[in-house]
């Protein structure tokens, strides 16, 4: 393996720990041994050997491998520089610009390397894209004059590389169809069945192809910019770290995989966390009186007992377009902690108010459709899409005002973005006066709250607002401010 000396694995290996943990995955001291070890026993012969090896001592969950795989290509990178073919030119000759011939070439190659599934092959297609077709900001006069086309064949005259620039010029899923044909005229017989899994196979390769792409375009930016640098700000964040409000489909599928093991954590800790309230608080009147026995030493404390009582739980949610998803993946967690409760109650709101607790009650369909399923089944909106605190507070107070009593802990989730509606903070204020505690958790950043339309400070006056952007945040919160 180029580009990782014997003399520089220690340092490469804890600059390696020290961006997995910037990224949010937890490693000790005895992983970081353990992947020394790793190194030692595995050498650097066989890189992917040297990948596996140090993934099974770091990591502590199959998730975590999307922050691992990108962070492991910078700093054990599988070669250092140009592409070879680019690198050696001699220093006197201009290197000539990229030229549309080149890019046709270079598709009729990947089409063959994808159809053969040749690895090596695609290795290095995806480093002479990169090198070709991904260098932007080109300086004039270096080695020759700069063009459009891309940097130049390696000579050295890119101030960056772009993945996204490479793959919009080469566009490498057009060649599905044409890779398909060549499959079909040298196959003897095939079907229907066949067909499709042969595109499926070739739709995985290509996106292996785009994978490797942006890995490349990573290792030639590190080494212009920094490898510690681009592993802080290129890699993209785990599914438990990256903001509700801006989380795709893919993030948002793998987050409600997540939601029973999250829920396994936070029931554990609650449990503890009602065990040590059980024993009570130190009974100070009781105490001293009893000291008067031992000339006034406390030698025995007494305890001032709590009657055991599990809460009830209210969640109060919109389920509006923009913060949809951190709803249903909060009411997710809160239902597979049900049995930490004596009740759980849940209501959705648009602009009107409606329980949605069978919908998503344990025995109902899978979590994937959540969201269509309250929007279907249940009374959230009105007259509009857009979504009305104020007066789905003010219906809330009104229909459901049995489900807040003495000992429900209320939880709104929400941006509190009103639509220049009147915010109706007294209908907030009766609730919160009715409830144990009332907690408001937003998935916006602190800075936006009361900008524009989000009445968000206004809330946080009556109760106590909390930033919650990702799951990681909301766990946190979870497992300090439900009661006990």
């Known amino acids: 393996m180029t580009g990782a000396t014997a003399t520089g694995v220690p340092e490469r290996l804890t600059a390696l720990v020290q961006a997995l943990r910037s990224h949010g995955v937890r490693i000790g001291t005895g992983e970081t041994v353990d992947a020394g070890l790793a190194v030692e026993a595995l050498g650097l012969t066989d890189r992917e050997y040297l990948r596996e090896g140090l993934a099974a001592a770091l990591l502590h969950s199959?998730?975590?491998?999307?922050?691992?795989?990108?962070?492991?290509?910078?700093?054990?990178?599988?070669?250092?520089?140009?592409?070879?073919?680019?690198?050696?030119?001699?220093?006197?000759?201009?290197?000539?610009p990229w030229q549309e011939s080149d890019t046709a070439a270079l598709r009729e190659r990947l089409a063959a390397a994808l159809a053969a599934n040749d690895q090596e092959m695609l290795d290095r297609l995806a480093a002479e894209a990169v090198d070709g077709l991904g260098g932007y900001g080109l300086t004039a006069g270096a080695n020759g004059a700069g063009g459009p086309g891309g940097s130049g064949g390696g000579s050295g005259r890119s101030d960056g590389w772009s993945s996204h620039q490479t793959l919009a010029r080469l566009r490498p899923e057009t060649l599905l169809a044409r890779i398909l044909a060549g499959i079909r005229a040298g196959a003897t017989d095939g079907d229907e069945f066949t067909d499709r899994l042969q595109a499926d196979e070739i739709r995985r390769r290509i996106q292996a192809f785009r994978e490797r792409v942006g890995t490349e375009a990573r290792r030639r930016v590190a080494e212009r910019r920094g490898t510690d640098e681009i592993a802080r700000r290129a890699i993209a964040p785990t599914a438990d770290r990256v903001d509700f409000?801006?989380?795709?489909?893919?993030?948002?599928?793998?987050?409600?995989?997540?939601?029973?093991?999250?829920?396994?954590?936070?029931?554990?800790?609650?449990?503890?966390?009602?065990?040590?309230?059980?024993?009570?608080?130190?009974?100070?009147?009781?105490?001293?009186?009893?000291?008067?026995?031992?000339?006034?030493?406390?030698?025995?404390?007494?305890?001032?007992?709590?009657?055991?009582?599990?809460?009830?739980?209210?969640?109060?949610?919109?389920?509006?377009?923009?913060?949809?998803?951190?709803?249903?993946?909060?009411?997710?967690?809160?239902?597979?902690?049900?049995?930490?409760?004596?009740?759980?109650?849940?209501?959705?709101?648009?602009?009107?108010?409606?329980?949605?607790?069978?919908?998503?009650?344990?025995?109902?369909?899978?979590?994937?459709?959540?969201?269509?399923?309250?929007?279907?089944?249940?009374?959230?909106?009105?007259?509009?899409?857009?979504?009305?605190?104020?007066?789905?507070?003010?219906?809330?107070?009104?229909?459901?005002?049995?489900?807040?009593?003495?000992?429900?802990?209320?939880?709104?989730?929400?941006?509190?973005?009103?639509?220049?509606?009147?915010?109706?903070?007294?209908?907030?204020?009766?609730?919160?006066?009715?409830?144990?505690?009332?907690?408001?958790?937003?998935?916006?950043?602190?800075?936006?709250?009361?900008?524009?339309?989000?009445?968000?400070?206004?809330?946080?006056?009556?109760?106590?607002?909390?930033?919650?952007?990702?799951?990681?945040?909301?766990?946190?919160?979870?497992?300090?401010?439900?009661?006990?």
């Open 245 to 484: 409000l801006i989380a795709g489909r893919a993030q948002l599928d793998e987050l409600r995989r997540a939601v029973q093991p999250l829920a396994r954590k936070l029931a554990t800790r609650l449990a503890a966390r009602r065990r040590r309230a059980a024993r009570g608080r130190i009974d100070l009147r009781r105490t001293l009186r009893g000291s008067l026995s031992t000339g006034g030493v406390p030698m025995r404390p007494v305890l001032r007992r709590r009657r055991p009582a599990r809460p009830e739980l209210v969640l109060l949610c919109d389920v509006s377009g923009s913060v949809s998803g951190f709803a249903n993946f909060t009411m997710l967690l809160v239902q597979a902690l049900h049995d930490q409760f004596s009740k759980v109650r849940v209501f959705a709101f648009v602009n009107r108010v409606d329980e949605v607790t069978d919908l998503i009650g344990r025995g109902t369909a899978g979590p994937e459709g959540l969201g269509a399923r309250i929007l279907s089944a249940a009374a959230v909106t009105g007259w509009h899409g857009s979504s009305d605190y104020g007066t789905s507070l003010g219906e809330f107070a009104e229909r459901y005002a049995d489900a807040v009593g003495p000992r429900s802990t209320v939880f709104v989730l929400g941006d509190a973005r009103t639509n220049m509606s009147d915010p109706n903070t007294g209908a907030l204020r009766d609730v919160a006066s009715r409830a144990r505690k009332v907690y408001w958790l937003n998935p916006e950043r602190r800075a936006l709250w009361d900008t524009g339309d989000s009445a968000a400070d206004t809330y946080a006056e009556i109760v106590e607002m909390y930033e919650c952007r990702n799951a990681q945040q909301l766990s946190a919160l979870i497992a300090r401010l439900l009661p006990v």
């Open 62 to 96: 199959e998730g975590q491998r999307a922050v691992f795989d990108p962070v492991f290509d910078l700093y054990f990178p599988r070669s250092v520089g140009a592409p070879l073919d680019t690198r050696h030119a001699p220093a006197t000759e201009s290197a000539r």
